[in-house]
């Protein structure tokens, strides 16, 4: 059973647009949720996380927001550039699975100029 | 400060080998965590290794095995390898009781 489904698989904006990548979670002991950005050849970096306590995290152009009665979290990316283009991975850990992280299985966001 | 640093950077094994990875977490960072990452996939969780021990284990056969050493470097080690085993070998490091990992660049395994 996939503990983190991830979508889209793919995703193109324009340069100053926004892009949406969701993912959901099974696991409701789940309490960490963090985003990565990975560049080819280059192991994942951790971009920015939440917890469920709070609704909606923003840093820089970077905004999670989290809906846990849905079991969802997204990742915005405001005024996309095309230094944003990677793929980009949601996790979740927590409960039993502490510090053991679920990944989803990633977006491949490619931001025209 | 350097962070996480993983060697060798590409591996090429043959069937049935045998294979040791090693990575050395970031400064002051007690706790290191193995990731496989196959192509197009998400990284999925091995093992992790804290005071020198195993404490967390995804869903990997007994192939799979690991050591930490006292100054917090690990190995991960793969016997009998497969070529379903190809795949980037992630090592992540963190303090122990702390969700933040940071990640190294990885390891590059071939199975022919």
């Known amino acids: 059973q996939q503990q983190v489904k991830q979508s889209p698989q793919s995703l193109i904006v324009q340069k100053g647009g926004i892009s949406i990548i969701n993912c959901a979670y099974e696991n409701t002991a789940f309490d960490y949720f963090p985003w990565y950005q990975q560049f080819p050849g280059k192991g994942p970096a951790l971009l920015i996380a939440i917890r469920p306590d709070v609704s909606e995290k923003k840093e820089g152009r970077f905004t999670i927001s989290f809906n846990k009665s849905a079991k969802q979290f997204s990742l915005h990316i405001m005024d996309s550039q095309p230094g944003d283009s990677a793929t980009y991975f949601c996790?979740?850990?927590?409960?039993?699975?502490?510090?053991?992280?679920?990944f989803g299985s990633g977006t491949k966001l490619n931001v025209k100029p | 400060d350097a962070g996480v640093t993983q060697s060798p950077t590409h591996l090429i094994k043959t069937r049935g080998q045998q294979v040791t990875l090693r990575c050395s977490p970031k400064?002051?960072?007690?706790?290191v965590s193995w990731y496989q990452q196959a192509l197009g996939q998400g990284p999925q969780f091995i093992f992790q290794y804290y005071e020198e021990e195993e404490r967390q284990r995804g869903n990997f056969p007994d192939r799979f095995s690991g050591h930490q050493f006292p100054n917090y470097s690990s190995e991960l080690n793969v016997n009998a390898l497969l070529l379903g085993d190809s795949a980037l070998y992630l090592c992540?490091?963190?303090?122990?009781?702390?969700?933040?990992?940071?990640f190294g660049p990885g390891t590059r395994l071939t199975v022919l």
């Open positions: 996790a979740a850990s927590g409960g039993d699975n502490f510090n053991k992280f679920y």
């Open positions: 400064s002051g960072h007690d706790t």
């Open positions: 992540a490091s963190s303090f122990y009781g702390d969700d933040t990992q940071y």
